[in-house]
């Protein structure tokens, strides 16, 4: 196999099966620090013994092993080796043939790991950048990237996250239910950002990571099994039942991406659809009976809705989108919110309605974004030349090869009317 398409190979797998590596090594050593430097060592021996021995039938076990057998060396070698770490040796020595991780069955040590790194004890930034990392498997810059934040101020959170855990030795557990509350808008706020990382990667070639939606829709639904009197928790998983309909149309079989308005909705998987309605139904069930108020997640699941029911795109309700949005910002105010409404009312009102809100709008002058929906809306109005500017300014802020490509596309046909 060649060198690339070994590290292709590689990163495959990690991005797979990361996650269940990790938390099984933390169920064994008791530290998500060091869970994931085996884990990553054990990166650095398939690297060097894949080529000559080929990929093995079950990568995931294989690294896995091989992570554990480093953990016993790592206790080995410490030169004050006291009991525990004797015994936690020799039951490694002894349950070291775990298979891997099977998509397919549900336990809950991944959640278990997610609860852990969303402790109390760090602060709410460390909770969803740590997780990101050894959950989501996402590097710092992926981090960094979702979070407009720097490099190095989110490797420094994750680090002092890590040591705070260690210190304060946090048993590997899903906490009891009378801790939920405080731990449940980390969790859910972790889970929501690999989902749309995933949805649409921040950088790359690949527009979807299916990896990382199929990840955050799995522990969004174990959770909701913890949880089920949790309305926010049920609008979550209605949320990316909604978005993951939508997949098989969503590109083209190069992988380009194909915008919602010309997807072919024949494609949508229709049960998946009835998942998600199903479980904005409980939802809304559940706060009717809590008398709670409608919360963000919940909020997004019905504008989600709003378009996996409508027949066409011309049969979108755009109106009651725009009130949904309004509800949004009234609970999760923020740019981008701001920005997906006046979208809706570019669609409800016209365009020209619209561009005055974005020329208001603030926060998003690192984003590819605010030019790419600015040129949309010039776009719209004839005026081809700064829509074309736009555009072409909203190509040199994303990292993603095929947004790039879009948005380049899209210059081209202003500029030429």
């Not at 309305?231 to 098989?248: C, I, K, N, T």
């Amino acid at each position: 196999m060649a060198t690339a398409d070994l590290q292709q190979t590689v990163d495959a797998v990690w991005r797979m099966e990361a996650a269940k590596i990790v938390a099984t090594l933390t169920r064994f050593v008791g530290d998500v620090g060091l869970a994931e430097d085996v884990a990553a060592d054990a990166l650095v021996d398939a690297l060097t013994q894949w080529p000559a021995a080929g990929v093995p039938r079950n990568p995931g076990a294989w690294l896995t092993t091989v992570a554990k057998r480093k953990a016993i060396d790592h206790f080995r070698r410490r030169d004050t080796l006291d009991a525990k770490y004797a015994v936690l040796a020799r039951h490694l020595d002894t349950h070291t043939d775990e298979p891997g991780w099977d998509p397919d069955r549900i336990d809950d040590d991944v959640l278990r790991l997610i609860f852990i790194a969303t402790h109390p004890v760090l602060s709410r930034e460390g909770q969803i950048a740590l997780t990101l990392r050894v959950v989501g498997g996402l590097t710092t810059e992926e981090i960094a990237r979702a979070f407009l934040t720097a490099t190095p101020t989110i490797a420094a959170r994750i680090t002092r996250a890590k040591k705070a855990l260690a210190a304060a030795d946090i048993p590997f557990e899903v906490p009891d239910r009378s801790e939920y509350p405080q731990r449940l808008a980390a969790v859910l706020k972790v889970i929501y950002l690999i989902y749309n990382e995933g949805y649409s990667a921040s950088s790359g070639q690949r527009w979807i990571r299916d990896e990382l939606c199929d990840e955050a829709l799995r522990l969004g639904r174990v959770l909701a099994a913890l949880t089920p009197d949790e309305p926010e928790v049920h609008g979550l998983v209605a949320l990316m039942e909604f978005q993951s309909s939508r997949f098989a149309a969503r590109t083209d079989p190069d992988g380009a991406p194909i915008l919602l308005e010309d997807q072919d909705r024949i494609r949508w998987d229709r049960a998946q659809i009835q998942r998600g309605v199903t479980a904005l139904g409980r939802a809304a069930d559940m706060i009717e009976h809590w008398g709670t108020g409608w919360g963000p997640y919940a909020l997004q699941a019905a504008l989600a809705e709003c378009h996996a029911v409508a027949p066409t795109a011309a049969d979108t309700d755009w109106r009651r989108i725009v009130a949904l949005y309004d509800g949004l910002l009234q609970i999760a105010p923020s740019p981008v919110v701001e920005l997906n409404r006046a979208v809706a009312v570019a669609m409800a009102s016209g365009p020209q309605a619209a561009l005055d809100i974005v020329n208001r709008l603030t926060g998003l002058d690192d984003s590819y974004l605010l030019p790419s929906v600015r040129g949309e809306l010039l776009a719209r109005l004839g005026r081809g030349a700064e829509a074309t500017a736009e555009f072409e300014r909203a190509a040199t802020l994303t990292e993603n090869q095929r947004e790039r490509d879009i948005l380049l596309n899209k210059a081209i046909r202003a500029r030429t009317g």
